[in-house]
């Protein structure tokens, strides 16, 4: 309905700004800055969605209309991050210590002296962001102990596939390097044939993260909404969840109970590998459920590892030999698994960062058939030959990268671990945005949080540099795969909500579509990438309510940029 026409009744709320941008017209006319106080540009809501766009949209306004007013500024679809992590990594940041500045061994040994004052005997010292580069041959364990007698310190890596324990964890967890695992997972040994404290995959951390001391639920609740509060305040009204392990549906729930979600999730559950076709079917059960802002739309396979880790997939083995085999011991298990879930309509997302994965995991979807819920995607994908490119629009698969992995976990020079390991024709076909772009394909843009930084307007403006966005001084990675700002907030936005299963229902300022928008200070196509990384978020909208509101436009959200690895 436009301005003018007939109103059922007077709108809820009508959001009255300088500009609205929708992302996926290229033809459209940029906004004029020469008017920075305009209201001309205006959104009425009813019942959560949009039910007029207009320049003056006074007759809409009634009584009980909430007029809220952001001169000069723009509206934009709510932008939505289609891969993160946010009930493990809340809790993690929660209560771990960032080890992602640490540079060295006994720089990650100063950071972990810090939490020994005030803490009780026994009690776990954990951390995050560990970058592997500070080890300066086979990451291990042990050199903690000398500091740290009998303390279990558990660091997790700044890719979250592997771990660095010491050797009271390894006592605590009964650890000894002898574990069989469905995957690839194992607890890597010395020398001396003795548990090292290097623990690779998820089946083996499970192993120590089952020994963590449990935290109430609502100590657990508190962090996760705190974080989702700090999505709210970056921009973001909606995050794609890339797992459903425990708390989290607890967490979800307990915020509910007493309150409510700052940003909409999307949640999609692993299916372990190597797992029977009963663990498929509980958590196809598991699809469907969910509340108010919450809710299990997919599933997510891990078909290999990392290419740091050696546990990715190529099509040939890396510089130590690794980098050569599934996650799945079966890999034909897998595409079994794939049919299943489509065969019920549900959508499938898979890690698959080696060359030899992707193509794999396109073979298992092509097999497999399109799911009536929403499309495949393909997570990372972090090097890939031509050959696959075409393939992603010829099956409808999503491509979902990150593009602030390359651009600050990878050198342009290739002194970085992942080009050395891997070498320099792979690595020269890291993360391809442009080019999956160029072939037709529907390339979501997300930050693997915490993996990445969080904040969207670090994470787009890093795809558009190539680099980092707050270090001018750093050579871009692969600069020909950079994409322009529409290209960009697009990932966000329109490839966002068809990756989700929402095309037509959410990704645009449009009539009838859900009332989730963001409202930044300025529109972002007026600004260079480094402008926009700091571009004032003033409000997160969720169903036509603020989610999130600045005071004024210096409180307005700060971005993150987190420690980079070497």
């Known amino acids: ?71 000069g500024a723009a509206l934009i679809p709510g932008l939505v991050d289609p891969h993160t992590h946010p009930v493990w990594g809340a809790i993690e940041q929660g209560q771990g210590v960032d080890l992602s500045s640490a540079r060295t061994p006994s720089e990650v040994l100063e950071l972990v002296a810090e939490r020994l004052p005030g803490r009780a005997d026994g009690e776990w010292i954990t951390g995050y962001g560990l970058n592997l580069n500070v080890f300066p041959g086979v990451p291990e364990g042990r050199f903690l102990e000398a500091s740290f007698p009998g303390v279990p310190v558990s660091l997790m890596t700044a890719d979250a596939h592997s771990m660095v324990v010491s050797p009271a964890v390894v006592a605590a967890a009964g650890l000894t390097g002898r574990e069989v695992f469905d995957d690839k997972s194992s607890v890597e040994l010395a020398p001396d044939g003795a548990p090292s404290g290097y623990i690779l995959e998820l089946q083996a951390m499970d192993l120590v993260f089952a020994h963590y001391p449990e935290l109430p639920v609502e100590e657990s609740a508190a962090y996760v909404l705190t974080q989702l509060e700090t999505f709210a305040s970056w921009g973001l009204t909606g995050v794609h969840a890339l797992d459903f392990a425990e708390p989290g549906e607890a967490v979800y729930r307990w915020i509910e109970e007493h309150g409510e979600l700052p940003v909409r999730v999307r ?186 930084p969080g904040d969207p307007r670090v994470g787009l403006a890093d795809a558009q540099l190539r680099r980092p966005v707050e270090d001018p001084e750093t050579d871009p990675v692969r600069q020909e795969q950079a994409v322009d700002v529409r290209e960009a907030y697009r990932g966000m936005t329109t490839a966002a909500a068809l990756a989700g299963g929402r095309a037509g229902v959410s990704g645009r300022v449009e009539l009838g579509r859900v009332a989730d928008f963001t409202i930044l200070a300025v529109d972002p196509v007026l600004l260079s990438p480094e402008e926009q990384s700091v571009n004032p978020v003033l409000a997160t909208v969720v169903e036509g309510r603020p989610a999130f509101r600045a005071q004024d436009a210096a409180a307005a959200s700060r971005p993150y940029y987190p420690g980079r690895r070497a």
């Open 1 to 71: 309905m436009t301005a003018g026409s007939r109103i059922p009744r007077p709108a809820d709320a009508v959001y009255r700004v300088a500009d609205i941008q929708n992302f996926d017209d290229d033809a459209a006319p940029l906004p004029s800055a020469a008017t920075p106080e305009a209201l001309g540009a205006q959104v009425a809501v009813l019942d959560g969605r949009v039910a007029a766009v207009g320049a003056d949209l006074a007759e809409w306004i009634g009584e009980e209309t909430a007029v809220h007013d952001f001169p």
């Open 267 to 452: 949640c999609s559950p692993l299916v372990p590998a190597d797992s029977a076709p009963e663990t498929w079917a509980a958590t196809a059960a598991l699809v469907g459920s969910g509340g108010r802002r919450w809710s299990v739309e997919g599933v997510k396979f891990m078909l290999d590892g990392t290419a740091d880790n050696g546990t990715a997939w190529f099509e040939r083995p890396d510089t130590h030999g690794e980098n050569q085999d599934a996650l799945w011991r079966d890999p034909d298990a897998y595409v079994a698994a794939v049919a299943y879930f489509s065969s019920l309509g549900i959508p499938t997302a898979t890690h698959a960062i080696g060359d030899r994965a992707v193509r794999y995991a396109l073979d298992a979807i092509e097999a497999a058939g399109p799911a009536a819920g929403g499309p495949h995607r393909i997570e990372h994908l972090e090097s890939i030959p031509d050959a696959l490119l075409p393939r992603f629009a010829e099956l409808g698969v999503v491509a979902s990268l990150q593009p602030s992995h390359g651009a600050r976990m990878t050198a342009a020079d290739g002194s970085d671990n992942w080009s050395r390991r891997i070498g320099h024709e792979r690595a020269a076909h890291g993360w391809r945005t442009r080019d999956l772009l160029d072939a037709g394909a529907v390339v979501t843009l997300g930050s693997d949080w915490p993996i990445g």
